[in-house]
């Protein structure tokens, strides 16, 4: 079963990357040759069904693969504004298939990454870093400060999740009421965090950055989903990008493709890699291949 869902994940990763260089340097006009060579049109309509096959195979199986996986582990979605509904509710699911608890799920306001909502978030990170014992620090920066919120309002340091403590409670109760955020789920802490970015959003790359670090300081692992597009060219390759000159000390997964059902499974499993750490780059775009392999 392991060996065919691979197989079909690299075929996809093949037509992604074929389909990249079709639009690429390779497809470069050639007038010498033009004369001589015979044109070739690629059917993309087959390649759309041969892609739309392997995503069918990859829901099909995709249960069976994850089952257990992350049993007896809470993990916590943290929404950024422009996700796809349909989107986080599959990768709650694909969670929820592979044994694991959605103990919550927090969704960003629209202007919270926004450079124009700096002085708001500033304020309430120096309130917060002067009233709670710990995981909001004061020297930190505005957008790191942030993610250190959004982490201890959802999430644990520490490998098994348990009932929220009266920081972390303080820290979603003042998300919530700044609007800065809002919240579904129960008073359950989560080790794991599932970040899922906002379609078609362009939000700065160093402030994604900042925050992605904020978020990782006060959670046992965080894993960072975007879709195939954010990937090749968007706020998850920038993300990537950032994370990758700035080495923190907080390892980070990516996995471009959460809109498709093969990206979805690499989601969950990347989550339970982060169950040991690690960090990774995956998904067709990723630098780590496009599944993690342990």
């Known amino acids: 079963m392991r060996r065919n869902i691979v197989a079909v994940i690299a075929v996809c990763a093949a037509l992604a990357i074929g389909l990249a260089l079709g639009a690429g340097p390779l497809n470069r006009d050639n007038t010498a040759k033009a004369a001589t060579t015979p044109t070739i049109t690629r059917d993309d309509s087959a390649l759309r069904a041969e892609a739309q096959e392997g995503d069918d195979f990859a829901s099909a199986v995709g249960p069976a693969l994850l089952k257990g996986r992350l049993a007896g582990q809470h993990v916590a979605l943290v929404v ?25 799920t927090l969704t960003l306001a629209g202007s919270s990454l926004d450079s124009g909502s700096r002085t708001l978030v500033d304020t309430l990170g120096v309130q917060l870093s002067k009233q709670l014992k710990s995981g909001v620090r ?48 129960g008073k359950t802490s989560a080790p794991l965090v599932l970040l899922v970015l906002g379609d078609d959003q362009s939000v700065d790359s160093g402030i994604l950055a900042a925050f992605v670090e904020g978020v990782a300081t ?56 982060q169950i040991t750490g690690g960090g990774g780059s995956f998904g067709a775009s990723g630098v780590d291949g496009f599944q993690p392999l342990a």
């Open 218 to 273: 006060n959670v046992h692992g965080v894993v960072v989903t975007g879709s195939a597009g954010s990937g090749a060219d968007g706020d998850l390759k920038a993300l990537r990008d950032e994370l990758a000159a700035a080495a923190a000390d907080h390892p980070v997964a990516t996995v471009d493709g959460d809109d498709t059902a093969i990206g979805q499974t690499v989601a969950v499993l990347a989550l339970v890699r």
């Open 138 to 185: 004061k020297s930190d920066t505005t957008y790191v400060r942030f993610g250190e919120m959004v982490g201890l309002s959802v999430g644990t340091a520490s490998g098994h999740g348990g009932e929220l403590g009266t920081d972390q409670q303080t820290a979603r109760a003042s998300l919530t009421t700044a609007k800065l955020a809002t919240e579904t789920g």
């Open 80 to 104: 950024l504004p422009g996700a796809d509904d349909d989107t986080v509710t599959a990768l709650g699911d694909g969670v929820e298939a592979a044994g694991g608890d959605v103990t919550s």
